[in-house]
């Protein structure tokens, strides 16, 4: 168990719907980052959140968006879902502020999204 | 553009056997390499982190060896066990700017 929590762990929904994922990161982990792992694809980082702030932005679509609540929660939104989103979302967290390049990352078990 | 490439795609060992997987990179200027082993269906799971001055790096029987020159990785995974089986990312980070490249993975299978 890596002690970060990713709910809920399946969700099917239709194409054009509005979905939220949320991720709980390790205790006293102050940085949560979010992937997406398409079928037979690899690992593709989306953004990352420090604190609060927006730190790092990677493949992210614009129709998707995420935050970083006071208690360290994070959610992720994605929005005008198209088959294509059909993916597992990782959420991952780390101890060290100084970004995604220098520290081991914890993982999520995933959400397995399924978009019909 | 910075690519990570992974070799091979699949692999297929029998149980107590060694194996090699390779991981070959163009990210430049380079910060770290990691190698995760991810679970089908679960998170990725940091296995070695290795910087620019760091030639071998081991976690039980999972020795990474790193050459910053030729920009090359390797995993050798010694003594397979059924547990082994899974897949092997490599991951390289670029210094000064916080971007990461994921290789799409090698999928090991470890047989009886």
């Known amino acids: 168990d890596s002690g970060v929590t990713q709910t809920p762990k399946h969700l099917i929904t239709a194409t054009g719907q509005r979905v939220t994922l949320r991720c709980s990161p390790r205790s006293g982990d102050l940085s949560v980052y979010w992937y997406q792992q398409s079928l037979d694809q690899g690992l593709q980082f989306l953004i990352q959140?420090?604190?609060?702030?927006?730190?790092a932005k990677g493949n992210i679509l614009e129709r998707f968006s995420a935050q970083q609540f006071p208690d360290l929660h994070s959610e992720l939104n994605l929005s005008s879902l198209e088959l294509g989103d059909s993916a597992l979302y990782f959420c991952?967290?780390?101890?060290?502020?100084?970004?995604?390049?220098?520290?081991?990352?914890?993982f999520g078990a995933g959400t397995r999204l399924s978009v019909l | 553009k910075n690519q990570v490439e992974q070799s091979p795609q699949s692999l297929i060992i029998l149980e107590g056997k060694n194996c090699t997987l390779q991981?070959?990179?163009?990210?430049?200027?380079?910060?770290?390499l990691r190698w995760y082993k991810q679970d089908t269906g679960r998170g990725p799971v940091s296995l070695t982190i290795m910087t620019f001055s760091e030639n071998t790096k081991s976690n039980g029987r999972y020795t990474a060896t790193l050459d910053a020159d030729t920009k090359q990785s390797s995993l050798h995974i010694t003594a397979s066990q059924l547990s082994d089986s899974a897949s092997y990312i490599c991951v390289v980070s670029e210094r000064g700017y916080q971007k990461v490249t994921f290789g799409i993975g090698t999928k090991l299978q470890v047989i009886p």
């Open positions: 991981c070959n990179y163009t990210v430049s200027p380079f910060s770290n």
């Open positions: 959140y420090y604190n609060g702030e927006e730190r």
């Open positions: 991952a967290s780390s101890v060290d502020p100084t970004g995604i390049a220098k520290n081991i990352q914890y």
